[in-house]
Protein backbone atom coordinates (compact mmCIF):
# COMPACT_ATOMS: atom_id res chain seq x y z
CA UNK A 1 0.00 0.00 0.00
CA UNK A 2 1.22 3.01 -0.69
CA UNK A 3 1.13 4.36 3.04
CA UNK A 4 3.89 2.11 3.58
CA UNK A 5 5.78 2.92 0.77
CA UNK A 6 5.60 6.79 1.43
CA UNK A 7 6.24 5.38 4.86
CA UNK A 8 2.51 7.58 6.48
CA UNK A 9 1.17 6.91 9.43
CA UNK A 10 -2.16 7.44 7.87
CA UNK A 11 -4.11 7.53 4.46
CA UNK A 12 -4.33 11.08 3.93
CA UNK A 13 -7.12 10.24 1.82
CA UNK A 14 -9.41 8.84 3.75
CA UNK A 15 -12.86 10.67 4.50
CA UNK A 16 -12.28 9.98 8.05
CA UNK A 17 -8.63 11.41 8.17
CA UNK A 18 -8.62 13.30 11.92
CA UNK A 19 -9.58 16.82 11.80
CA UNK A 20 -6.50 18.14 13.34
CA UNK A 21 -4.57 16.37 10.26
CA UNK A 22 -5.69 18.58 7.55
CA UNK A 23 -4.04 20.38 5.21
CA UNK A 24 -4.98 24.03 5.75
CA UNK A 25 -5.23 26.17 2.27
CA UNK A 26 -6.22 29.22 1.92
CA UNK A 27 -9.68 28.81 0.85
CA UNK A 28 -10.54 26.16 4.11
CA UNK A 29 -9.40 29.15 6.41
CA UNK A 30 -11.82 31.06 4.64
CA UNK A 31 -14.70 28.66 5.22
CA UNK A 32 -13.58 28.09 8.47
CA UNK A 33 -13.37 31.62 9.48
CA UNK A 34 -17.48 32.26 7.52
CA UNK A 35 -18.52 29.23 9.83
CA UNK A 36 -17.00 30.97 13.42
CA UNK A 37 -18.56 34.28 12.54
CA UNK A 38 -22.24 32.12 12.06
CA UNK A 39 -21.72 30.38 15.41
CA UNK A 40 -19.92 33.71 17.22
CA UNK A 41 -23.19 35.63 15.53
CA UNK A 42 -25.80 32.90 16.09
CA UNK A 43 -26.26 33.04 12.62
CA UNK A 44 -27.47 30.32 10.04
CA UNK A 45 -25.27 29.40 6.82
CA UNK A 46 -25.70 27.61 3.64
CA UNK A 47 -22.60 25.75 2.38
CA UNK A 48 -22.58 25.05 -1.26
CA UNK A 49 -19.73 24.06 -3.83
CA UNK A 50 -18.63 21.13 -6.13
CA UNK A 51 -18.57 17.50 -5.03
CA UNK A 52 -15.39 17.05 -2.98
CA UNK A 53 -14.63 20.17 -2.70
CA UNK A 54 -14.66 19.92 1.35
CA UNK A 55 -17.78 20.71 2.58
CA UNK A 56 -18.73 18.01 4.98
CA UNK A 57 -14.92 18.21 5.87
CA UNK A 58 -15.51 21.91 6.95
CA UNK A 59 -18.61 20.89 8.94
CA UNK A 60 -16.43 17.74 10.32
CA UNK A 61 -13.81 20.18 11.34
CA UNK A 62 -16.13 22.68 12.76
CA UNK A 63 -18.10 19.82 15.03
CA UNK A 64 -14.98 18.41 16.56
CA UNK A 65 -14.11 22.23 17.75
CA UNK A 66 -17.74 22.87 19.33
CA UNK A 67 -18.67 23.18 22.86
CA UNK A 68 -20.80 19.83 23.28
CA UNK A 69 -22.28 21.49 26.78
CA UNK A 70 -23.66 24.28 24.19
CA UNK A 71 -23.85 23.01 20.71
CA UNK A 72 -25.20 19.52 19.70
CA UNK A 73 -24.57 19.00 16.13
CA UNK A 74 -26.95 17.73 13.96
CA UNK A 75 -26.10 16.05 10.83
CA UNK A 76 -28.92 14.91 8.21
CA UNK A 77 -27.52 13.79 5.16
CA UNK A 78 -30.86 13.49 3.51
CA UNK A 79 -31.53 15.73 0.08
CA UNK A 80 -34.86 14.00 -1.26
CA UNK A 81 -36.53 14.82 1.74
CA UNK A 82 -39.99 16.42 1.93
CA UNK A 83 -40.48 19.49 4.34
CA UNK A 84 -42.43 17.63 7.30
CA UNK A 85 -39.65 14.67 6.68
CA UNK A 86 -37.05 17.01 7.05
CA UNK A 87 -39.06 18.83 10.28
CA UNK A 88 -39.27 15.10 11.46
CA UNK A 89 -36.10 13.82 10.84
CA UNK A 90 -34.71 16.96 12.73
CA UNK A 91 -37.18 16.64 15.68
CA UNK A 92 -35.55 13.08 15.92
CA UNK A 93 -32.05 14.12 15.80
CA UNK A 94 -32.42 16.43 18.91
CA UNK A 95 -34.33 13.92 20.98
CA UNK A 96 -37.61 15.05 20.65
CA UNK A 97 -40.61 13.15 19.00
CA UNK A 98 -43.07 14.96 16.70
CA UNK A 99 -46.29 15.29 17.49
CA UNK A 100 -47.72 15.17 13.80
Known amino acids: MFTQYFDLKFNPF ?5 TDKLFSSRDSKELDSRLRYMLDSRGICLIVGEP ?3 KSTALRKLCDNLNRSLYKPCYLPLTTLTVKEFYQAMAALLGETPSH
Do not use: A, N, T
Not at 14 to 18: A, H, R, V
Open 14 to 18: DKEIP
Open 52 to 54: GSG
